[in-house]
């Protein structure tokens, strides 16, 4: 079982060249402006915080680089789809993380985080579109499980299974699980399933050698 014992802030990343020349693997925190981003990545670290709620929306620009246990990373990207942003932002935050994707990063792992209680956004489906294309394995996460009755959120699971089965089944959605920072339930899960994915992305590698 993995257990995360440190978890530093390494840098602020505005710029693509200043990407870690390393090969250390990457998880990737994914959503929308105010969705929890930060807050599961302080969950999963035992941190308060580590990963700074920004008080801004859309304001965050950077891709912010921890380093756990010293051995891969966890990489909080900027939030989307904030609407007071004005065009020329959306379009700059647009190709940052493409060319971000398009670099082969050595990434373990997507956290697509989606507000539970929402249906995905244009821009959340744009993500997950480009995670298939780039063939990064991901997980859906559903965020902020503790707003909705348990009877709702579970129906939402159902729905969202439904309606991403074929990414579920043949594409490279490895999941979807709900999550909280109230409750210490999905936490076990998730460490669980980074795990796996960072001993899939290592073995990979040998193999390619
Ligand atoms: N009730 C509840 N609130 C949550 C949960 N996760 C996050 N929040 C709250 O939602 C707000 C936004 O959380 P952040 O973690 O800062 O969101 P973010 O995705 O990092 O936002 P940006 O950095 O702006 O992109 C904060 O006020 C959090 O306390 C949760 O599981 N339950
Ligand atoms: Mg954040």
């Known amino acids: 079982m993995l257990k995360i014992t440190s978890a530093e802030f390494l840098q ?10 390393n090969e250390l693997k990457e998880v990737l925190f994914i959503g929308r402006s105010n969705v929890g981003k930060s807050s599961l990545l302080n969950k999963m670290c ?5 990963a700074r709620s920004s008080n801004t929306p859309g304001k965050t620009r950077e891709i912010n680089y921890y380093i756990v246990n010293n051995q ?7 939030g989307y789809g904030y609407a007071k942003v004005p065009e020329q932002m959306r379009a700059g935050w647009k190709r940052m993380i493409e060319d971000f994707l398009k670099r082969g990063r050595p990434i373990a792992l997507g956290m697509q985080l989606i507000d539970s209680r929402q249906e995905p956004t244009p821009l959340d489906l744009m993500m997950m579109d480009w995670l298939e294309y780039y063939e990064i394995p991901y997980l859906l996460i559903l965020t902020k499980a503790d707003k909705l009755p348990v009877s709702k959120l579970t129906k939402q699971l159902e729905g969202y299974k439904v309606r991403f089965n ?14 909280s920072i109230l409750s210490t339930d999905g936490k076990g899960e998730l460490l ?6 960072m001993n899939h992305a290592m073995s990979q590698k040998k193999e390619a050698v």
């Open 46 to 50: 035992n941190r308060k915080n580590l």
């Open 12 to 21: 602020g990343v505005a710029d693509l060249h200043q990407l870690p020349k």
């Open 192 to 197: 669980r399933l980074i795990d796996v994915h």
């Open 72 to 78: 891969f990373y966890f990489v909080d990207l900027p």
């Open 166 to 179: 074929q990414q579920l089944t043949e594409g490279s959605c490895r999941g979807i699980v709900p999550f």
